[in-house]
């Protein structure tokens, strides 16, 4: 079955319940895929502004408690600088931007040079590093090329178009920072990692950061397209073993989820995952450019029940996928 993307928003859920361990619940980086969903629902494209605002809103809402979970310091940052008024993006390296690039790529997945543009928009948000943005456009196009059952080399040559394009297009937007000097272009690491296609988790992932010492982003990015790229048997392989690499972990998790769900569609996880209806009904509706949220949860209440009323009861482990 084509997925058609519709199965990217709950594969990352997927991904991030996993990486979550006794938590059980999915965390920030699912958050700020629904909000960023339901923003493409409402405007069509990437409004960095309103976007930024809508990540602060589950922050500081008017009325309310802070409802974001697991999220990280530099993020924690990002939201008081915006508290303060100064939104602008910071000089952060990792792979947060590109692991809530998931609506982008569904969303954008018939228009190659809009999904960069609007990667680009919605990375500089809380990014300004090249190595970050260009990651973020590469994990949209992979996104997109799994959602058209794209898989294999296929996949991460994809990507690594979409990285190129991404490169060239950055290099003429002001306010971004450039990659330590030295630093080979992501597009190229995409085509020479495609020979690990299928390789152990560890060994992609060891290889990997060894071209990127210095960026957590690029290569985050890069082990979770090579990760996602198999088509296999059973697709919860690929996103157990993304949650055992060493450096950010729920990450990657996120995005190997979201490949696996772009291609295969809002399908039955072998775990539990609160609100997994609502993070079907939301991808199948980027996937038809379906723009009707009136009838869709409100996002801060949904999170607010959840934050506040404890972890979920842990379910049985499903079998069959």
């Known amino acids: 079955m084509n997925g058609g993307g519709s199965g990217a928003v ?3 859920a997927a991904g991030e319940v996993l990486a979550a361990g006794r938590d059980r619940t999915y965390g920030w980086l699912t958050q700020l895929n629904v909000v960023t ?16 605002d809508e990540f602060a809103a ?28 100064s939104p602008a993006p910071m000089p952060f390296e990792n792979a947060g931007a590109a692991a809530r ?17 609007q990667a680009i928009s919605a990375a500089m948000v809380t990014h ?38 991404a490169e060239t297009r950055i290099a003429d937007i ?4 450039p990659p330590p000097a030295g630093s080979p272009p992501l597009s190229m690491l995409l085509r020479h990692a495609s020979r690990l296609i299928g390789k152990p988790l560890r060994d992609v992932a060891a290889e ?13 990015a890069v082990s979770a397209i090579v990760l996602g ?52 009904e939301l991808g199948r509706r980027l996937a038809n450019t379906d723009g009707r949220v009136e009838d869709l949860p409100d996002t801060y209440a949904v999170e607010e029940v959840l934050t506040f009323s404890g972890p979920p009861v842990q379910a049985a482990d499903r079998s069959g996928s």
């Open 10 to 12: 709950l594969g990352a």
């Open 174 to 177: 002001p306010g971004t920072a």
């Open 229 to 280: 790229a198999p088509i296999l048997e059973r697709p919860s392989v690929g996103v157990r073993e993304a949650v055992a690499v060493d450096v950010e972990a729920r990450e990657v998790a996120v995005m190997v989820g979201a490949l696996v769900g772009a291609r295969v569609g809002p399908h039955r996880w072998p775990w539990e995952i609160v609100n997994d209806l609502w993070f079907a």
């Open 128 to 165: 300004n590093q090249e190595g970050v943005v260009v990651a973020a456009c590469s994990l949209a196009g992979a996104i997109a090329g799994a959602s058209f059952r794209q898989s294999g080399r296929d996949l991460v040559f994809g990507a690594a178009e979409v990285a190129k394009k």
């Open 101 to 117: 690039m998931i609506p982008i790529g569904v969303w954008f997945r018939n228009d190659p040079e809009a999904l960069v543009e």
């Open 208 to 220: 990997v950061r060894s071209w990127t010492p210095n960026s957590a982003a690029v290569s985050g």
């Open 58 to 85: 589950l922050a500081f809402p008017e009325r309310g408690l802070d409802v974001y979970r697991a999220a990280p310091p530099w993020f924690r940052a990002w939201l008081e600088e915006h508290r303060r008024g």
């Open 37 to 52: 969903g339901y923003h493409l629902l409402r405007e069509g494209s990437v409004d960095p502004v309103g976007l930024g």
